[in-house]
């Protein structure tokens, strides 16, 4: 218990209490700057059913963490397969893999601001081959796509290394037992491989969802929120409604539907656990 205190009290005091005091103001009028606290009941959430930039927000956020969801776990679970080989030079590769994980979120989103200009690398590389390139970050059809890349590749290394953990932990002569019996290569990782590593994938899957519904810093620093409301995702959103517009209240609301859709979604996942995660009962 003493060496667990201080984490559980950094918990209580840094997430629970603040928590409370969200829910709390989400049902008052709040003007910090004036000291003024109005109770206005449910108002702040029949402001949200009926704001079209609210909804616009909920659907930007749903689309970013499916295509980061898929993206990454897909990404992950292929370099972690090719990793997972003994050749010469694997340990060099996992490391470039894993390299943007511990890169400052900043410096990344920066260099990717850079990259995906109209006169930027990727544009550039485009030009070569006679292709002309959009603009990424400007263009309704790519700013949230050219986001979901950014956020993938910045966070795919963590996930390559959980999931090249669980192939290691795969008993190889399940596959030699696989292959004897005229398995290809293909039926042995779907019917052999992909079990064994379930727990992690439904691992993987929850802490990905989370962190996707929680991204910030790439959104202001590449987009802005815009073109329109295509990348205004709800952290954003929140930021935006307290810190520009003022409306503390408001943005109260918005804190506490974006907890409530976080918990739902990692129930939902939790919740499907016992129809594919092996071992589970």
Do not use: C
Request: net charge neutral; charged share 10%.
């Amino acid at each position: 218990m003493a060496f667990v205190a201080p984490q559980v009290l950094g918990v209580i005091v840094l997430g629970v209490v603040p928590f409370i005091f969200v829910i709390w103001y989400s049902f008052n009028e709040w003007r910090p700057l004036t000291g003024e606290l109005e109770f206005i009941g449910l108002d702040n959430y029949s402001r949200l059913a009926a704001d079209p930039t609210f909804s616009a927000s909920i659907l930007a956020s749903l689309l970013f963490s499916a295509g980061v969801l898929v993206l990454n776990l897909v990404i992950a679970i292929s370099l972690a397969v090719l990793l997972n080989r003994r050749m010469r030079g694997m340990t060099g590769f996992r490391t470039i893999f894993f390299s943007p994980v511990v890169v400052s979120v900043v410096a990344w989103s920066v260099t990717w601001g850079f990259l995906l200009a109209p006169d930027g690398g990727i544009n550039g590389a485009l030009r070569l081959l006679g292709i002309d390139g959009p603009n990424w970050l400007a263009d309704p059809s790519t700013a949230l796509i050219s986001l979901v890349v950014v956020q993938v590749f910045k966070g795919v290394g963590m996930n390559m290394v959980l999931f090249l953990a669980a192939l290691q932990g795969v008993p190889e002569e399940l596959r030699e037992a696989a292959q004897l019996d005229g398995a290809t290569p293909w039926r042995s990782f779907w019917s052999i491989t992909v079990p064994m590593i379930a727990p992690t994938i439904l691992l993987t899957g929850i802490l990905t969802t989370i962190g996707s519904l929680e991204v910030f810093a790439p959104v202001q620093l590449l987009t802005g929120g815009g073109p329109g409301n295509a990348t205004n995702v709800l952290p954003f959103f929140l930021y935006r409604t307290a810190f520009i517009s003022q409306q503390f209240g408001y943005a109260s609301a918005v804190g506490v539907v974006l907890f409530a859709v976080i918990l739902a979604l990692t129930m939902l996942q939790w919740s499907t656990r016992r129809k594919w995660v092996h071992d589970e009962v």
